[in-house]
């Protein structure tokens, strides 16, 4: 993919490793390149059902890169940054959230700026005890983006969200989870092997159930019950017609595993 990313494809999990040890990861447009070329080879191999998302050393993603915004200023220009989220940030955003396979996030060090709010667009957010959330932005005069503004209030309700987005403070991992923010705060040494038990589950787990579920909850936010209700029917009508489901059902009554292919027909 190129040297600010590794990328793995290993028994149905893609693994994506952001690379820039010595800037905590931070967003380069080289390195969101490579991360929407990931994200593109994912989307087309469908042998891939589950995904990982990391960072190299002692960070996950401290944001946007401020070493390149210098470079703009010290060259006369300036900072804009409706563009870059509008031709980066939101379109990674908007494909983690439509991607059809469950994404892993695995913080492994602080997660600042878009670098958090990208960590808690991923489905599933597992952080190493010693690892923070930070919105970092008022502290250089930003707002928060990458839709930290929708989901904070939301998980967090307006309190916590209102005062993490003001102040810039720390929120350690422990915090997040017991918050609510995040699924789980594990022991530093435990985190990668936690993620990739996840990610093996999830690449034998019914793929297309999945997705739909995702789906689901993602819209639930805009949705009253009755509108909810129907979504459900529609994605419980194609869900069963999988061949997950028929074999699901055999299974169990077998008294078996299952033996799930992630595939829509046969
Ligand atoms: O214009 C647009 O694109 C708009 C979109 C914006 C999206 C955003 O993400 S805005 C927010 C940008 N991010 C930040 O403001 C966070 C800046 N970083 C920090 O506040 C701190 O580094 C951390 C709290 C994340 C971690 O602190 P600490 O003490 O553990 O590490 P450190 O010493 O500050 O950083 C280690 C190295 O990484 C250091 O480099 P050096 O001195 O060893 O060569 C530091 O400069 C570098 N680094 C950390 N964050 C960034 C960075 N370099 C460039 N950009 C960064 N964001």
Known sequence: ?????????????ATITLNRPDKLNAFTTELHRELAAALDAIEGDGSIRA?????????????????ERAAVMAAG?????????????????????RLEKPVVCAVNGVAAGAGANIALACDI???????????AFAKIGLVPDCGGTWILPRLLGPARARALALTGEPLPAEKAEAWGLIWRAVDDAALMSEAHGLCAAFAAAPTVALALTKRLIDESWGNDLDTQLDLERESQREASLTPDCAEGVRAFLGKRPPVFTGRRGL
């Open 1 to 13: 993919m190129g040297d600010n990313l590794l990328f793995e494809r290993a028994d149905g999990v």
């Open 125 to 135: 957010v597992l952080a190493a005890r010693s690892a923070s959330f930070v919105q």
């Open 77 to 97: 220009g300036k900072i804009e940054g409706g563009k870059a989220l509008e031709t980066w940030y939101n379109p990674l955003v908007r494909r983690l959230r």
């Open 51 to 67: 995904v990982l998302l990391t960072g190299a050393g002692r960070g996950f993603c401290a944001g946007q890169d401020l070493g």
